[in-house]
């Protein structure tokens, strides 16, 4: 069972770059968020997403992007890169309403340098 | 904004032992989750509260949402090597569209 799926696993970044993580279920879930984790936090919701071709803002949106083409996919952009950026992010789903992420991927730990 | 409190920050036990941890807040919620991230991985939704007073188990696990609705306890019966990880608990004031405040987590670590 693939559940959610991340990629890449880590990367380092200059000052300026963009990138995009990838975010993949094959658990037809509706729901789909991203969280990144800063050390000794809790986690903080970015960008979230109630189906196909709908997203809206979490708590921390600014300097982040995302779309939602499809069911499985939820792709988070970076665009010009910030050291504040630094940090582990978790894409979930969930089948359930209400901001309740059920399953996570592994994460994307990214350093901005 | 809302703040979750997690205690203990981190726990040190021998294999066998029962676990307790507890969250507390600043303001009521609605909902506590429990969820638990293993080392290198992202976390696992374990345990759902939606009542004040509910106490809900799943396999070891047992969680209680608080009657004053500001906080929440999971108690871990048995503890075996498997249960090593970050225990978070999360909160929801509100339905639909509130989001989830998420307090910074237990540290379980098993002396051998």
């Known amino acids: 069972n693939a559940g959610v799926t991340q990629t890449p696993k880590f990367r380092i970044l200059k000052i300026g770059q963009s990138m995009t993580l990838q975010c993949t279920q094959d658990?037809?879930?509706?729901?789909m968020y991203w969280y990144r984790q800063d050390p000794g936090m809790g986690l903080k919701l970015i960008y979230y997403?109630?189906?196909?071709?709908?997203?809206d803002k979490g708590e921390v949106p600014n300097g982040y992007n995302v779309s939602r083409s499809t069911t499985e996919d939820f792709p988070l952009r970076l665009e010009l890169a910030a050291p504040s950026q630094t940090s582990v992010y978790f894409c979930?789903?969930?089948?359930?309403?209400?901001?309740?992420?059920?399953?996570f991927g592994d994460g994307t730990r990214l350093s901005i340098l | 904004g809302q703040q979750l409190n997690q205690s203990p920050q981190s726990m040190f036990i021998q294999e066998g032992e029962d676990v307790s941890m507890n969250c507390t807040s600043s303001?009521?919620?609605?909902?506590w989750l429990w969820y638990k991230q293993d080392p290198g991985e992202g976390p696992v939704l374990l345990i759902a509260?939606?009542?004040a007073g509910e106490l809900t188990s799943n396999g070891r696990l047992t969680a209680q949402f608080g009657i004053t609705r500001k906080d929440s306890f999971l108690n871990i019966s048995a503890s075996i090597p498997s249960d090593v990880g970050i225990y978070f608990c999360?909160?929801?004031w509100g339905f639909g569209n509130e989001k989830l405040t998420f307090g910074t987590g237990t540290r379980l670590t098993i002396i051998p």
């Open positions: 658990m037809n879930h509706n729901y």
């Open positions: 303001s009521i919620f609605n909902t």
């Open positions: 997403s109630v189906g196909a071709g709908i997203t």
């Open positions: 999360a909160g929801q």
């Open positions: 509260l939606y009542k």
């Open positions: 979930a789903s969930s089948y359930l309403e209400g901001h309740q992420p059920q399953h």
